[in-house]
């Protein structure tokens, strides 16, 4: 089961930031979170990960409370091309190996 | 383009019968994932392989396996088809192999939209 939990939608106005929220109150020491998105029914879309502090790549800022249990990923000027799923999710160690468990997602709808 | 190359990109086929979905990797990555994902169930992780050895295994029916070659390219094998196995299925790669891994990052193939009738 995934780890975490965000809205199922959202909307937001184009060119102004988009702030998608994530609750993941289990999650362990080492485990990392992972933002991804899927536009219509293609691939996953790899967009940031961290495991305590704050990061911020070319497409997002991502934001993690101080105690982890939450976080929040930015998109600073939202565009109609933004309009995805947007999955947050908590890497989990698996056997010898990783487990990206997937959510729901929150169905972003970038708004002209 | 994530690197990641999936086929074939449709599969239509019967109740009963045996299909086999093919992933080459990106160049460098060793590590392979596959997901389902249907309607109803999201993207559901199947099985991972790293450098050819089974490394997690997820809800992976008992009909479906999978394994990796030599070359690194990975193959999922459904058998007995039902309905319900009609899904998109997607492959990814990383390059990192275990628990460890900091900068692990998937990337994801355009799937492989597989049809039951």
């Known amino acids: 089961d995934a780890k975490t939990t965000q809205p199922p939608s959202m909307d937001c106005a184009e060119g102004r930031a988009a702030n998608l929220p994530c609750n993941h109150s289990?999650?362990?020491?080492?485990?990392?979170v992972y933002w991804y998105r899927q536009i219509h029914s293609q691939g996953p879309q790899y967009i940031i990960h961290?495991?305590?502090n704050n990061e911020t790549n070319e497409m997002a800022s991502l934001i993690i409370t101080e105690d982890r249990k939450s976080s929040t990923l930015i998109l600073p000027h939202a565009t109609l091309r933004d309009t995805a799923v947007y999955y947050c999710i908590v890497r989990v160690p698996h056997n010898y190996g990783q487990n990206f468990v997937f959510g729901p997602g929150t169905r972003l709808s970038v708004l002209p | 383009d994530s690197g990641v190359t999936q086929t074939p990109k449709h599969l239509i086929t019967a109740t009963g019968q045996r299909v086999t979905l093919r992933c080459s990797p990106r160049s460098g990555d060793l590590s392979v994932y596959w997901y389902q994902q249907s309607l109803d169930q999201g993207l559901q992780f199947l099985i991972q392989?790293?450098?050819?050895?089974?490394?997690a295994k997820g809800n992976i029916l008992e009909r479906f396996s999978a394994q990796q070659f030599p070359d690194l390219h990975s193959e999922l094998n459904l058998s007995s088809l039902e309905l319900g196995d009609s899904a998109l299925y997607f492959c990814a790669s990383s390059t990192s192999p275990g628990a460890d891994a900091t900068n692990e990052k998937l990337f994801f193939g355009s799937g492989t939209q597989l049809s039951v009738l």
């Open positions: 392989y790293y450098n050819g050895e089974e490394r």
């Open positions: 289990t999650i362990s020491g080492n485990e990392y």
């Open positions: 961290g495991l305590k």
